[in-house]
């Protein structure tokens, strides 16, 4: 029993490292863990304790005693983390407490210093876990569009069998109605539902209009600072003119974040539509490097530079003041909404069901401010079930899943299954055995590439693997080629100077 007297007073000397509680604060934190536990009595380790460096390094340890002691039943992954999130929870201060520490720092030591904060704590409480995080495959691969950002996404763990009966058990009850709602905070989740006691929300009022939206993290951050802005509402997405405004109101409050919108229709939106919300955070995209290739005017709107981007993807680029971006914002989306171009496969309905929308995201640019507006249309047809403007058959080896806001800034967000079909592939290419891939279940998909690279390459021990993570990034600048709409050809400019024509 001693163990895990020991394993206590690390947490807590944690949590003191690491600016969760104050030294004032040591006898409480210790009983209250004590009660997690099912503890009642407590020995005072004989040994000179060690302050772990991460959550998870001590997380794990009290987990596994708390598995013996049949406390997580059965032991798996989700089971462990709705157990240790409830440790953690411990820790974190009250919301009201975070709110008033947040607004302190913002309003003395400006916006940067309250996000760093309130980022720092979220990794501290292991709400971000970066420990699984760490496992993800990251790369920068260089493409004619500059390097795009491969992330093969590793960190979020598979579901034990166990877990998928157990959360068959569970009585429904929508609440909260989904995971962006904010009644998720501090809630103690269940097999089918992530805790988040050790979760907390800053209101926002993004439009002075006293209806807040709210910021927290995501728990598993694709880049850094990876923030997420909800609607106080669980209401579906829908882009409208005051998202534009909400969106350019947040770079306002938080300059040195960018913010972006998924697109509110299926296919071309993100994997969450039933809840309005964003995705920002502190990062640049190669999209945000992307130089502009051509400049036009909006007549209506003569303060407002336009351009359109050079990238895969069909990309406007407006920049000015707030109130002109948002009207100018409001009414390229409003005539896009209504656009059809047969020639170019733009169909802005089918019936009534729309077709036609837009991903936006903005961000700073000195005084001024800057949106990007990425159009996109989602219809179906025969030849291509998925999509017309989504990735094709041909690139589905290696993303078949929709592209949202963030594959649409550049940065592509790959299946785990790709680590160990590469990493099997590498060896194959180098000895150029393509009979082994074409029999291999998990990697005959990628024969026609594997047979493409072997007639560019020579593979060696020491090149393979950077070849093959540059050829990844060239088929993901093709996948966010299939996903523009006017394509990069002489036929597809000329399309869309047809839509420019109509602005």
Not at 216 to 223: G, I, L, N, R
Not at 321 to 328: F, P, R
Not at 349 to 362: M, Q
């Amino acid at each position: 029993m001693s163990d895990i007297y020991t394993h206590i007073e690390q947490l807590v000397s944690y949590a003191l490292a690491k600016g969760l509680i104050e030294k004032e604060d040591r006898l409480w934190a210790r009983n209250e863990l004590l009660a997690v536990l099912g503890l009642t009595d407590y020995k005072a380790p004989s040994a000179k304790i060690k302050t772990p460096k991460t959550a998870a390094e001590i997380l794990t340890p009290i987990c596994d005693w708390a598995a013996q002691k049949r406390l997580i039943q059965p032991d798996t992954v989700t089971q462990r983390d709705l157990f240790d999130t409830r440790l953690m929870g411990v820790f974190t201060a009250r919301p009201s407490e975070v709110i008033s520490e947040f607004t302190v720092l913002y309003k003395t030591r400006g916006p940067k210093t309250a996000t760093d904060k309130f980022y720092h704590d979220a990794c501290a409480l292991n709400y971000i876990r970066m420990d699984r995080i760490a496992k993800n495959r990251v790369w920068k691969a260089a493409t004619p569009y500059g390097e795009l950002d491969i992330t093969i996404n590793m960190s979020k763990p598979e579901k034990d069998p166990k877990d998928i009966a157990a959360a068959l058990q569970v009585k429904a009850s929508g609440y909260p109605a989904c995971l962006l709602c904010k009644e998720n905070e501090g809630y103690a989740g269940h097999a089918a539902h992530p805790a988040r006691q050790n979760l907390r929300l800053i209101p926002l009022d993004l439009l002075n209009d006293g209806k807040p939206w709210y910021l927290q993290y995501s728990p598993y951050v694709y880049y850094n600072e990876h923030c997420i802005c909800l609607s106080d509402k669980h209401e579906p997405m829908k882009l409208s003119k005051k998202s534009f405004a909400r969106l350019l109101g947040f770079v306002e409050m938080l300059p040195h974040y960018f913010i972006g919108s998924n697109a509110d229709l299926p296919i071309v939106g993100g994997s969450i539509l039933t809840h309005d919300h964003f995705q920002g955070g502190r990062y640049t995209f190669a999209m945000e490097k992307a130089p502009v290739e051509k400049t036009f005017k909006l007549k209506k709107f003569p303060r407002v530079k336009a351009a359109i981007v050079r990238w895969p993807m069909s990309v406007i680029r407006l920049n000015g003041n707030k109130k002109d971006l948002t009207e100018a914002a409001d009414y390229i989306l409003r005539k896009w909404r209504t656009y059809s171009d047969p020639q170019a496969d733009i169909l802005a309905f089918s019936g009534k069901t729309p077709h036609n929308t837009i991903t936006p995201i903005a961000r700073r640019r000195g005084k001024n401010f800057e949106l990007d507006l990425v159009l996109r249309n989602n219809r179906t047809t025969e030849q291509f079930p998925l999509g017309i403007f989504h990735p094709h058959e041909e690139v589905h080896h290696i993303k078949k899943e929709n592209i949202g806001l963030i594959e649409v800034m550049g940065l592509a967000v790959l299946p785990a299954r790709l680590a160990a079909e590469l990493d099997a592939l590498e060896k194959h290419l180098i000895k150029r055995n393509i009979k082994a891939i074409q029999k291999d279940p998990s990697l005959n998909k990628h024969t026609v590439w594997a047979e493409e690279l072997l007639e560019k390459y020579k593979f060696t021990p020491k090149n393979a693997k950077g070849i093959l993570q540059r050829e990844v990034g060239t088929v993901f600048a093709k996948v966010l080629e299939y996903a523009g709409v006017f394509k990069r050809t002489p036929q597809g400019r000329e399309a869309f100077e047809r839509f420019l024509q109509k602005l």
